[in-house]
């Protein structure tokens, strides 16, 4: 078999879907785009809860560093981070001239320790960034937001709308997570500002692609804040090219020299067609996640747990510790699953181990938690494009070079 480890679940319906918008005549940031936004807004709303402002951009990545800017934090200003995540987390926080401080994990977890967070906050602190991994809730929003509360006589906030929120600000790297819940809530509902992607490897995807999703907040104009990330992603533009297809309405202007990531409506075409089959979509991986569980259960090895009573997991990524294995053992089963035509991966080689962050001065060894996760992880493939017959290759696949390293390793 040859099974890739993360193909786009691409139908009929997206494709009649973005040939619509070809049809149309309007392929670029439009009506699709404006509908996919509402509909994404209600699909992360429970019953009852604020109502969700949602924004689409042109990546998860964007919309994080976009996030920044609307909020006004950028040179002079720190920003806390998990040394478990991939780059772009990171990365946004250098592009608004604002400097990172990363943190490590819980032991054995893969989860940003808040108790470091706590011990990172400074005057210079606007914001933490919280990451969803694996299609995980962060399980320490609430301890997060509780620390932004204890330290608010460190924050002093440099505009109205840090103003309004008078502490740090609370944000989710939500790429994997849509979708997700924790303790009743919704990803959307639970951070200030939740970012999620909606890459061709996603479970949600438009080829490229995100969202920033935010519950309407008491001292914000949330219209104007809309409208903000109009500006920064549509190079500061005071009308997009929707507004001015009105009778007389060509006249713009431009009030800054802003950016340009908006999404267009043939990525949100993909989007709308997506979001319909989403529920079964997340049935799917559940499915698969939980037949993985089951015929792990008597392999050394430890996984992460995507569902229990309070969490109900996106199931993104079925992430492997190979207990008791170096990195190289754990690059060794890799290498064997590939010769049987499985292709498997690594989430994530910490920050401080690549050359970006070790010439900003992190090192790997500040992070012992972290590494300790790093050093035995390797992930499974998990998509909806998966058939029955291939779960049971990849599990028993996996389970034959488990026990074939196993007896290997106890004849030493």
Known sequence: MNIPFSPPDITEAEINEVA???????????????????????????????SLMAVALGSATACMEMTLRVMGIGPGDE??????????????????GATPVLVDTLPGSFDMDPAQVEAAITEKTKAVICVDLAGIVYPYYQEIMEIAERKKSLFTAG????????????????????????????????????CFSFHAVKNLT???????????RDGIDNEELYHEFMLLSLHGQ?????AKTKLGAWEYDIVAPYYKCNMTDIMASIGLAQLKRYPELLRRRKEIIQRYDEAFKELDVT???HYTEKTHSSGHLYLVRMNGKTREESNEVITRMAEAGIAANVHYKPL?????????????TDFPNAFRQFENEITLPLHTCLKDEQVEYVINTFCDIMYATAKSSASR
């Open 159 to 194: 505009n109205d709308r840090q103003r309004a929120f008078g502490r740090i600000l609370v944000m989710a790297d939500a790429a994997h997570a849509f979708g997700a819940a924790r303790g009743g809530r919704k990803a959307g509902e639970i951070a200030d500002f939740t």
């Open 238 to 242: 005071s009308k997009d090219a929707l």
């Open 206 to 216: 438009t080829a490229e692609g995100g969202a920033v999703i935010w519950p309407r």
């Open 20 to 50: 619509d918008a070809l049809r149309s005549g309007w392929i670029t940031t439009g009506p699709k785009t404006k509908r996919f936004e509402k509909e994404m807004a209600q699909f992360c709303q429970t019953e009852g809860a604020p």
């Open 303 to 305: 996984v992460l747990e």
């Open 352 to 364: 401080p181990m690549m050359t970006a962050y070790k010439n900003m001065g992190f090192d790997i």
């Open 79 to 96: 920003v806390i981070t998990t040394a478990y995540t991939y780059t772009a987390t990171c990365s946004v926080i250098c592009h608004v």
